[in-house]
């Protein structure tokens, strides 16, 4: 699958996570099934058909009824397979609350990005997630220690994400004369005092790293001066987190702001990293609109839209928190329609016959500009909102940017 697919896939996935998140059931009548690509539709259908028998016996009459309508809604729609796909199937069927005590039949089928590992089926007031939402953890992990004598922190970057596990100040006293003390014994204090230090800044990177050490794809050290090299080449950390270690960086800070500069640094040679990515990608698109001439940046939904119209966008920017709708309105008495990328307050009136119009449809923003992509040949990234490049995209730029093939020539060149 082309990476593009794989992009607005993992969008869509995402995003039907977080809508049936925010759905609730009247009582125990949202239905959950998941089907691993093994098990046989034959079998899940005779499984429905005894679970449609007992919930023939449930008390509450409309929970009774709203059970019993999910699950003829699923052995209808499982009518459709012969066997479940590759990765398996998920059902999410049920009656779910609307305004006052109103409900609404929903119904949700899902292709998960990973294979399904456990069958399983429950009856709830909310639908149970719990499977997919794994599948959204980020598999791309790297282990970070920034230290010197004085301060030390241990984080993790998770896709496009820093978090701190721990931040340690040490008790190790500056190297200066101590008046009465002999210069030999208080170095050895020192010595003792980092060796503490140390060790305890190894435990804390060792418990951290140590039970995601098959997922962690490498792990930097950083730090002023030649402690970070002390203490690598000690046996502070265990064996299979040194193995794990790529590069010893220098860096200026030791807290968390260290562990962001580690990261900078790491991206600049670690070019598969996502963060790296998504680095190089603004980089590209800040360098064009900082020309003189405007370069080939382009921003602005109404720009990028027409870009991608015109075929002359090459490269299309979305930020994963963009989060907008596209309205489709039709107009009932002259069937003109218009399109709109915010929802407009009051009526929307057809600009043909003054009739007042109505809403046609609604679709996801991204989507709606990767199908547009998808049919001018436009290469489309979707960041993370979660890194600095992600959250200068959607503050500064409105979630989307891209970059054009060429600059297209003015409609009226001025006469010479």
Known sequence: MATDDMQIRRYEFKKALQELETLKGRGTELVSLYIPPNKQISDVVQY?????????????????????????????????????????????????????????????????PEPIQTFMYTCDSYFHLEQL?????????????????KEATVGFLNGTTIQVVSNEQSLVPS???QGGQSSRRYERLIEIAAHEFFKKVGEIANNAFIPLIKDIKAVFIGGPGA???????????????????????DIGYTDETG?????????ETMKEMRIAKEKDLMNRFMMEIRKPDGGLGVYGETAIKNALEQKSLDLLIISEDLNKVHYRYRCPQCGNTRELMTKPDGNVICDKCSTPM?????????????????????KVEIISGNSDEGKLLQKAFGGMAGILRYVPKAANPPQQ
């Open 358 to 378: 109505v809403l046609e449809e609604e679709e996801d923003l991204v989507e709606v500009f990767y199908r547009l992509a998808d049919a001018s040949g436009a």
């Open 227 to 249: 402690t970070k090299e002390y203490f690598f080449e000690k046996d502070y950390l265990r064996n299979e987190v040194k193995a794990k270690v790529k590069d010893l960086l």
């Open 259 to 267: 562990l962001r500069e580690i990261v900078e640094k790491a991206s």
């Open 175 to 177: 190297k200066h004369h």
């Open 48 to 112: 429905l058909r005894e679970e449609y028998s007992t919930s023939s016996n449930i008390k509450s009459k409309s929970t009774r009824k709203n059970v019993l309508a999910a699950i003829e809604s699923i052995m209808s729609r499982l009518k459709s397979y012969r066997f479940a796909p590759e990765t398996g199937l998920v059902f999410f069927v049920g009656h779910v609350a609307t305004r006052g005590d109103q409900t609404e039949m929903y119904v949700k089928i899902i292709e998960p």
């Open 133 to 149: 939402k794994q599948f959204l953890v980020e598999k791309e992990i790297y282990g970070l220690i920034v230290m010197d004598r």
